[in-house]
Structures are given as structure tokens and as C-alpha cells.
């Protein structure tokens, strides 16, 4: 099984460049998040979505998007990219019922 | 509104010592609770969660944690520590039955395990 997969792993971005991030999970989850985690504070969540069509702010949402046009994916965009978006991305989702959650591996990104 | 405090945002313990991370909650709501394990440039590993069953929960590599409502803490211990424990520990809360099951995360400890 699958899971939770996020694309890319690894990237690097100049300052002000786009890029997106991709989350997919098959298990037909109604609920994703994407969170950044850096160091000393923990993960933030950055936006959500409560099911396909659907998203919402979450704690630092400034500088991102995201869609969620397919129920299976959850899409992180970055469109001018600035060093202080340098950081671990993690994607993550659940069920109705909300009592396991399943996190991505992980997406490394780094704006010089 | 839910949110978590993790006292101690680094930890050294001895090997073979008792290690206690402690974790207190604020949720409006009855809450589910997690605690994450995250090795060196690694994802988040599940050690083990609350959802409103015991309140003395077991989880993975010899941890546990207990559910204590009238203190709002949910502290995370292990008898005797190994040298393959040092990580970065993160507590968790979600509210039960919420819109939203999003989780929100303390700022982590991190555990050092001196030989």
C-alpha cells in the first residue's frame, strides 16, 4: 500500500521561481493538510481541505495555494518562492472518524 | 481551540534512565492525543495515540503515555532508555468528533541519550 506519497523529495528553488507540491493518498481519505516543519517550532499547518473541492487556511497560510480538485490529491503551490519558505514539507491525511492520521515521508525544500 | 505545550525543548537522559517527556493540552473539546517520534531527516513515525478508550496508552519500542484529564497532560515515558531513542518527539491534539480532525503540534524535544 501506498499511503500517503509527496513529489518531490528534494528541491531547490531561486528566489521568486514557482513550484508545486504534490500529495497523493489511496485511501480514499476526505481529509489532507500540508504542514511545514522548522526547527524549534514544531509542524504548522499551512492550509487543508475537509473533502474534494474544498480548502481552508490554516495557521501560515501566507505565500501558498492549494488545490484539491481530485479527491485523492492535494496540491501545495508556491508561487514566488522566498528563503523564508525554505523547509521540511509534510502532507497528511485521515478519515471521517480522524483517529489515525497518515503523514507523507516528507519533501525537503531549499529557496537560495 | 486546541493547543499544546511540551515542557523542555531538549531532554538528556543516561542510558538505562528514565525518560519522561511531558506534554499538556488545551482543547475546548474532548481530544484525541498522539505522540510522533521523528529520527534525523526522517518523516513522523506514530508511537502512540489516545482516543478516548484506556487512558494508559502502550505503543511502539517501549513507550507509554497517560491520559490525565484533570491535569491535561498526556506525558510520555519509557523505563530505561536506549541509545536508539535519541530523536525529536513531537506531541500532538486533535479534537474528537471535530469538522476538521486537524491536528495541532507542540514545538518537539528532543532527547539525547548519553552512554
Known amino acids: 500500500n501506498a499511503g500517503v506519497t509527496q513529489t518531490p523529495k528534494f528541491r531547490v528553488l531561486k528566489t521568486g521561481q514557482s513550484m508545486t507540491l504534490l500529495c497523493a493518498q489511496d485511501?480514499?481519505?476526505?481529509?489532507m493538510y500540508w504542514y511545514r516543519q522548522d526547527p524549534g517550532m514544531g509542524l504548522r499547518l499551512i492550509h487543508y481541505s475537509v473533502g474534494e473541492g474544498t480548502t481552508a487556511k490554516g495557521e501560515v497560510p501566507d505565500g501558498y495555494n492549494v488545490s484539491r480538485l481530485k479527491k485523492q490529491n492535494f496540491l501545495l503551490g508556491l508561487e514566488s518562492a522566498a528563503p523564508s519558505q525554505t523547509s521540511v514539507y509534510f502532507c497528511?491525511?485521515?478519515?471521517?472518524?480522524?483517529?489515525?492520521?497518515?503523514f507523507g515521508e516528507g519533501s525537503w525544500l531549499t529557496v537560495v | 481551540a486546541q493547543s499544546v505545550t511540551q515542557l523542555g525543548s531538549h531532554v538528556s537522559v543516561s542510558e538505562g534512565a528514565l525518560v519522561l517527556l511531558r506534554c499538556n493540552y488545551s482543547?475546548?473539546?474532548?481530544?484525541?492525543l498522539f505522540w510522533y517520534v521523528q529520527y534525523p531527516n526522517q518523516g513522523l513515525q506514530l508511537l502512540l495515540k489516545?482516543?478516548?478508550?484506556?487512558?494508559l496508552v502502550k505503543g511502539i519500542n517501549g513507550f507509554e503515555a497517560e491520559f490525565k484529564k484533570s491535569e491535561t497532560s498526556f506525558h510520555l515515558t519509557k523505563p530505561s532508555a536506549h541509545m536508539s531513542d535519541a530523536a525529536e518527539y513531537f506531541c500532538?491534539?486533535?479534537?474528537?468528533?471535530?469538522?476538521?480532525?486537524?491536528?495541532?503540534f507542540g514545538t518537539g524535544t528532543l532527547l539525547a541519550v548519553q552512554p
Open positions: 500532538a491534539v486533535s479534537p474528537y468528533g471535530g469538522a476538521t480532525n486537524k491536528l495541532i
Open positions: 497528511a491525511s485521515t478519515g471521517t472518524s480522524g483517529n489515525t492520521i497518515y
Open positions: 482543547s475546548s473539546v474532548p481530544p484525541y
Open positions: 489516545y482516543t478516548s478508550a484506556a487512558t
Open positions: 485511501m480514499n481519505h476526505e481529509y
